[in-house]
């Protein structure tokens, strides 16, 4: 496609665009991209890809463009998306690309539900990785020590992360239903999206839809710990098979045990076999997506040994529960979490591991559903969880009617009420300062975003190092 023009990225810093931009350009292909507030580390990866964000968003980025490739951020209005229209560019949305590119040819492994995706495809990845099968990959995220969270790969196994969110401006239907899967793997379903999602129903129907896309000889790989998940399991036209930490799951994680360096357990596979494995991750959430991770590899054909391996040599996700600044007595940690099922899980594994440490914690209200009121009195009870709250700004305050949108103010209310030292302010100096004010000797301090959080880690760190 290189002598018809470049392929042009139109939100090039969505995690997965990036990658898929970079792979393409190291097939040969020219790449252009463009976005709006890029931040690290996609913009840090997209410079040492040799790809130049081009911003703001204006038709003239779409020069030399043979293809367009349609973030699913963009709508009508956008100058390149109206330019696309005008000058009747072939366009299509990632997901499109990924299957006329790559999945077509591929076993897709699916791994979709609301919490706890890109951890479980990341350790999927390395774990088919370790075993010798070059799958291929995409993550929503960069894990530890890795420089792409993608690969095409040159063997038949693609670990994918499905997410549920709608495809583009012109495509509705959620992503993962472009991706064809041989095996889909289902951690769990919470209520998400509130900004293209009514209810808990309409996500659940898109998931039966997903599970009906499973050939005969594929596979539904199923948290068995979600009973709300039960449902499913009776329209899966296939093998189904049951992960989790209870002893009734087909593979599931016994004896564990909390070390200095991580957890170590057994793992019981849906063969029978059962085997010991140590990670360096922390909590049962993150237990629970090794655990799915390798069921899903056993049903790849990865040997007992290999799983045992790969579990090891998996180091986690860059933004989940990445450690970033230790000193005697001080961790700091940065995560991912943006939902209150997500932040009290965050939240008790930090326990876990620091029992005695007073813990401090910083909430970024970001996504679309958390910015508005629908977890009002959820969120307050999972940041409860800490000794010392700060919350910042309402992304996008100003797009949401007063009516609907977060009362951050009631939540440090509330917090205050529980005995919580709480606070809220749009100023990320001001929460570096309140973080890191009169810490005893023993402290944990963990940032909550799905976002750059105003650049609060690195100012952070900076008052730190002083």
Not at 120 to 144: D, E, F, K, N, R
Not at 158 to 172: H, L, M, N, R, S
Not at 308 to 332: D, M, N, P, S, T
Not at 345 to 357: D, E, G, I, V
Request: aromatic residues 8%.
């Amino acid at each position: 496609m290189g002598d018809q023009g470049s392929i042009h990225f139109c939100g090039i810093c969505g995690v997965a665009m990036s990658q898929v931009a970079a792979w393409l350009k190291s097939e040969g292909e020219q790449v252009s991209g463009s976005d709006e507030g890029a931040y690290p580390p996609i913009s840090d990866f997209l410079k040492a890809q040799g790809i130049e964000i081009r911003a703001p968003y204006r038709a003239d980025n779409l020069d030399g463009a043979g293809l367009a490739v349609i973030g699913n951020a963009l709508s009508r209005g956008n100058p390149e998306v109206e330019a696309i229209l005008e000058r009747r560019l072939p366009f299509v949305s990632l997901p499109q690309l990924l299957h006329q590119r790559i999945l077509a040819w591929k076993n897709p492994i699916v791994v979709a539900g609301t919490h706890g995706k890109t951890t479980t495809t990341a350790a999927l990845a390395q774990i088919l990785q370790t075993a010798g099968l070059s799958p291929g990959y995409m993550i929503g995220g960069l894990p530890v020590g890795w420089k792409s969270g993608f690969a095409a790969g040159e063997g038949r196994w693609f670990a994918i992360e499905g997410d549920e969110y709608d495809t583009a401006f012109f495509d509705k239907r959620p992503k993962f239903l472009h991706y064809q899967p041989r095996v889909v793997l289902l951690n769990n379903i919470e209520f998400d999206h509130a900004d293209i999602y009514s209810g808990l129903e309409e996500i659940y129907t898109q998931f039966a839809r997903l599970i009906q896309l499973l050939p005969r000889h594929g596979c539904l790989m199923v948290n068995g710990d979600e009973s709300n998940l039960d449902f499913l399991i009776q329209k899966a036209p296939c093998r189904v098979v049951r992960f989790g930490l209870q002893p009734t799951a087909d593979v599931r994680a016994e004896n564990v045990e909390l070390t200095p360096e991580g957890i170590r357990f057994k793992l019981h596979l849906s063969s029978g076999q059962e085997i010991q494995c140590a990670t360096a991750l922390w909590g049962d959430h993150q237990l629970r997506n090794l655990v799915g991770a390798a069921a899903a590899s056993e049903f790849a054909g990865v040997s007992a040994d290999q799983i045992v391996k790969g579990i090891a040599a998996f180091r986690g996700v860059q933004r989940r529960l990445e450690l970033k600044y230790h000193r005697r007595g001080l961790w700091v940690y940065d995560d991912f979490a943006h939902h209150p099922t997500a932040v009290k899980a965050t939240l008790a594994s930090l326990r876990a591991r620091h029992p005695q440490a007073y813990l401090a914690a910083a909430f970024e209200p970001r996504s679309n559903t958390m910015v508005r009121h629908y977890f009002q009195g959820e969120i307050g009870e999972a940041l409860s969880l800490a000794d010392r709250i700060v919350i910042g700004g309402v992304h996008r305050a100003d797009k949401i009617a007063p009516e609907q949108r977060l009362d951050v103010e009631q939540i440090v209310q509330e917090l205050r009420g529980r005995g919580r030292e709480a606070d809220s302010n749009t100023d990320a100096d001001h929460l570096a300062e309140v973080l890191t004010k009169d810490l005893p000797e023993e402290a944990v301090i963990v940032l909550m975003s799905n976002g750059a959080f105003s650049g609060l880690c690195g100012k952070l760190l900076e008052r730190l190092k002083e």
